[in-house]
C-alpha cells in the first residue's frame, strides 16, 4: 500500500513540476528506485519505478521544449529588453545530451500513443523478467522496423530458388556474400543490441547448405563479409565451398552517421570499428583492372548495410555475372538472392535471357522501329510522287540504268 501512494503521489508531483530542476529529481530519484527494486528482484517496484523514470523524462522534454535554452555552437552575442540573451546551456541543469534528446522525442508523443506504449512497457517488464527498453521512442521505432522485416521474410527467398538458377545452368565468375553471422552475447543487454534484433541470424550449418559450389563458375572470385570474432567459420566456408583464401578484398572504416567522427560499434573486448571483406578464389579468374583500392571510408547506415560502391569495386576488379547472397535489395547488374528479396522479384530474374557459355544476361534492343512511309509516297524503285524517277541523278551515279561499255569493253 505504501508503494502504491508513492506512485500515485510521484504522478501527480510531475504534473505539477514547473522547472527541469523539479524533475529532474523525481527523473534520478526513480531510478535509483528502479535499480534496487531489479536488485531485492520486486517486479511491481521496478515496473512502478521504470514508469515513473520515463513520465519524467516526458514531463522534462515538454518543459525543454517550452525554454529558450542555448542548444550549443556559437551563442547569440546581442539581445534586446524584450528577448535577453539566454545563457542557460542544459548542462547545468544536470541534463546531458543523450537524456535531453531522448525526452524531447517522448515529449513529442500524442498522450494516447504514450499511454499506450506505457501499457505495453509495463506488460512486457512484468510477464518477463528479460530487460525492457525504457527508450519508447526508440523501442517503437525498433518493432516497427523488425515487423517489417518478418513481412519481407515471409514473400523472400529460399535455399530452392537457389537451386533453380542452377537448374537453368546459370554460373557466376563473382560471388559476393554477406553471411549473417550469429552473435552470441554475453549478456541480454548486449543480446538486445546485436545483429539479431535487425535481421535474420543464423548458425554455421545453414549457411554451409547453400549450393554456391554448384553456382561458382569454374574460374571464379568470392567476396566474403566477415566479422572479427568468427574467422574459423569464414575460413570453414571458404574451404566447403571449393575456394582458397588469397586476401583481404576491401576494410571498411566507418565513420559516424552523421560523417563526423569514427563510429564506435559492439565487441567482446576492444570496441569495433572496421569490417573486412575477404576475398577468395577457385579456378584463375583474372584481375579487370589494377587501381581498386582496399580502404573505403563511409558512414553506417542501418543495421549490417553495406556502402554501395562495393559494388562498384567489384565490378572494376573481376568480370561477372555477378550473384550476390544474402542481399537486402535488387540492384542492376547483379542477380541478388536473400530472404529480403521478394520470390516474385527473383523470378523475374530467372526469365532473362542468358548466355549458356558465359551465364551473361542477354540484352534485347527490341524490334526495329517501323517507319511509316510519308504521305503521297511510294516505295524505293516505284515510279510515282516521291519515287526515285522524280530525281535528278547524274548518269554516273545512277545505278538503275544501263551502264556504257567503253572502248575497251569495260562498263563505265
Not at 139 to 148: I, V
Not at 227 to 244: R, S, T
Request: hydrophobic share 35%; glycine share 8%.
Amino acid at each position: 500500500m505504501t508503494a502504491l501512494i508513492r506512485y500515485e503521489t510521484a504522478k501527480a508531483a510531475l504534473a505539477e513540476c514547473r522547472t527541469i530542476d523539479e524533475v529532474k529529481g523525481i527523473h534520478d530519484k526513480a531510478e535509483a528506485v528502479r535499480i534496487y527494486a531489479r536488485m531485492a528482484d520486486d517486479v511491481q517496484l521496478e515496473v512502478d519505478a521504470a514508469e515513473i523514470r520515463v513520465r519524467a523524462e516526458r514531463r522534462m522534454g515538454i518543459l525543454i521544449r517550452e525554454l529558450d535554452l542555448h542548444r550549443g555552437g556559437r551563442p547569440r552575442k546581442t539581445g534586446t529588453d524584450e528577448e535577453p540573451v539566454s545563457v542557460v546551456k542544459l548542462a547545468d541543469l544536470g541534463v546531458d545530451k543523450k537524456l535531453s534528446s531522448r525526452a524531447q522525442k517522448v515529449g513529442g508523443i500524442a498522450d494516447r500513443a504514450f499511454e499506450a506504449m506505457i501499457a505495453r512497457m509495463r506488460h512486457d517488464m512484468s510477464a518477463s523478467r528479460v530487460r525492457v527498453s525504457l527508450d519508447l521512442v526508440g523501442r517503437d521505432k525498433k518493432e516497427k522496423a523488425k515487423a517489417d522485416h518478418a513481412a519481407r521474410v515471409h514473400h523472400g527467398c529460399d535455399v530452392e530458388d537457389l537451386h533453380a538458377l542452377i537448374a537453368a545452368g546459370r554460373k557466376f565468375k563473382a560471388i559476393l556474400i554477406d553471411p549473417p553471422w550469429k552473435f552470441v552475447a554475453r549478456s541480454e543487454k548486449g543480446e538486445g543490441r546485436s545483429a539479431g534484433e535487425h535481421y535474420t541470424t543464423t548458425g554455421l550449418d545453414p549457411i554451409k547448405a547453400l549450393p554456391l559450389a554448384e553456382l561458382a563458375d569454374a574460374d571464379c572470385a568470392m567476396f566474403m563479409w566477415m566479422v572479427d570474432w568468427c574467422p574459423k567459420w569464414a575460413f570453414e566456408l571458404i574451404e566447403h565451398w571449393g575456394f582458397e583464401h588469397k586476401t583481404t578484398a576491401f576494410t571498411w572504416a566507418k565513420e559516424n552517421e552523421s560523417g563526423q567522427g569514427w563510429h564506435m560499434g559492439q565487441g567482446y573486448w576492444t570496441r569495433s570499428n572496421p569490417e573486412d571483406c575477404w576475398l577468395a578464389t577457385r579456378g584463375h579468374p583474372q584481375r579487370i583492372h589494377a587501381d581498386v583500392r582496399q580502404l573505403i571510408v563511409h558512414p553506417v547506415m542501418e543495421h549490417s548495410r553495406k556502402p554501395d560502391e562495393i559494388h562498384e569495386r567489384i565490378m572494376r576488379l573481376v568480370d561477372g555475372p555477378y550473384l550476390e547472397i544474402y542481399a537486402r535489395r535488387p540492384r542492376e547488374g547483379w542477380v541478388t538472392w536473400g530472404n529480403e528479396i521478394s520470390r516474385e522479384q527473383f523470378a523475374s530474374i530467372c526469365d532473362e535471357s542468358f548466355d549458356p557459355e558465359t551465364g551473361e544476361i542477354i540484352e534485347h534492343d527490341g524490334p526495329e522501329p517501323v517507319v511509316e512511309p510519308a504521305p503521297g509516297a511510294t516505295e524505293p524503285g516505284v515510279t510515282g510522287a516521291g519515287s526515285y524517277d522524280d530525281l535528278e541523278i547524274p548518269a554516273c551515279l545512277d545505278r538503275r540504268r544501263p551502264q556504257i561499255a567503253d572502248q575497251h569493253g569495260e562498263a563505265s
